[in-house]
């Protein structure tokens, strides 16, 4: 079973403006990460945040956690069309032992 | 550094057949991790090797196995091969430690598809 459960499933903009994801889970967390995928190509690795951090930002992308509520966000500002991807939230847990992956968002940026 | 290496990139078998699928770490990288990808289940863990040990294992039938050498490369293998075993095949390596605790960096994948 999923530990992530993500929100929107699909997301579709237009560039230039921001993109919100959230991420929800359900068991402690050692850490919480953000993955892009192009179409049925590898995963590339965005952003670790881990458990006693809340705030974390990398060029355009800032992540927020919240422990107390189980959740996560991703945006991305100033989106472009090469931003267009699936985007994943994975979790780590020294009691599991293994990084749990949600099931994703589908963002589409139309130019 | 090169990356995350994956062979073959792509696969066909029939079912009943066996497949081994090959996995080269980036290098100094010692934790390497494979995951199943289907439209269905999403990204699934399969399980997790750190210097030739495995360290976790997901909940697969034992159809699924793997190990890992001493230079870190990876292999895993699908015995008797079903229909639903069709899927996006990834492998991941992480620079410390084990995949829950840092970023792993991921392979293109082999997309093996059973007929």
């Known amino acids: 079973s999923q530990q992530g459960e993500e929100d929107p499933q699909a997301l579709s903009i237009q560039e230039g403006e921001n993109a919100t994801m959230n991420c929800s889970y359900k068991t402690s967390i050692n850490n919480l990460q953000w993955y892009r995928q192009n179409s049925g190509r590898g995963l590339v690795h965005l952003i670790l945040?881990?458990?006693?951090?809340r705030e974390k930002h990398s060029g355009r992308l800032r992540v927020t956690l919240d422990t107390s509520k189980k959740s996560s966000s991703l945006l991305i500002t100033a989106s472009r069309a090469a931003d267009t991807a699936s985007y994943f939230c994975?979790?780590?847990?020294?009691?599991?032992?293994?990084?749990?992956f949600g099931q994703g968002t589908t963002l589409q940026v139309k130019p | 550094k090169a990356g995350v290496t994956q062979t073959p990139r792509y696969l066909i078998k029939t079912r009943g057949q066996q497949v081994t699928l090959s996995c080269s770490p980036i290098?100094?990288?010692?934790?390497v991790s494979w995951y199943q990808q289907t439209p269905g289940q999403g990204l699934q863990f399969l399980f997790e090797y750190f210097s030739e040990t495995q360290r976790n294992k997901g909940n697969f039938p034992g159809r699924f196995s793997g190990r890992q050498f001493s230079n870190s490369r990876s292999e895993m293998n699908v015995s008797t091969l079903e229909l639903g075993d069709s899927a996006l095949y990834l492998c991941a390596s992480s620079p410390q430690g084990t995949g829950r605790t840092y970023e792993q960096y991921f392979g293109p994948g082999t997309r093996l598809t059973v007929t």
């Open positions: 290098s100094g990288h010692r934790s």
């Open positions: 994975a979790t780590g847990s020294s009691n599991t032992g293994k990084l749990i």
């Open positions: 945040i881990r458990s006693n951090e």
